[in-house]
Nanobody
Framework: QVHLVESGGGLVQPGGSLRLSCTAS????????MGWYRQAPGKERELVST???????YYADAVKGRFIIYRDNTKNTVALQMDRLEPEDTAVYYC???????????????WGQGTQVTVSS
């Protein structure tokens, strides 16, 4: 079975920083894209950042210039460095990994448990 475990959320003041980390483990035949979604109260879940298997990166317009995604393919780990945080960044952050569990299975997204990020004075 595939497991994604994430950590690093917390409470920070506006302008502060947090670093989220997520590690995938278990039965993994092929691991493709990894990244982060977030869901704020009253909002739809949105894609924040993606790292491809070739380590190219995508960022949502709202976080460009403030967030950086890192990936360690040897450890199936993805991290999100969040700087100059704003109250609008407050949300539950979910890591994901596009994984093919076996050669007989199709690739699907697997999800971490979510971690709360709160930006407030």
């Amino acid at each position: 079975q595939v497991h994604l475990v994430e950590s690093g959320g917390g409470l920070v003041q506006p302008g502060g920083s947090l670093r989220l980390s997520c590690t995938a483990s278990g039965t993994i035949f092929s691991l493709r894209n990894m990244g982060w979604y977030r869901q704020a109260p009253g909002k739809e879940r949105e894609l924040v950042s993606t790292s491809t298997s070739g380590n190219s990166a995508y960022y949502a317009d709202a976080v460009k210039g403030r967030f950086i995604i890192y990936r360690d393919n040897t450890k199936n780990t993805v991290a999100l460095q969040m700087d100059r945080l704003e109250p609008e960044d407050t949300a539950v952050y979910y890591c994901y990994a596009d994984i093919r569990p076996s050669r007989s299975a199709v690739s699907t997204n697997y999800w971490g448990q979510g971690t709360q990020v709160t930006v407030s004075s």
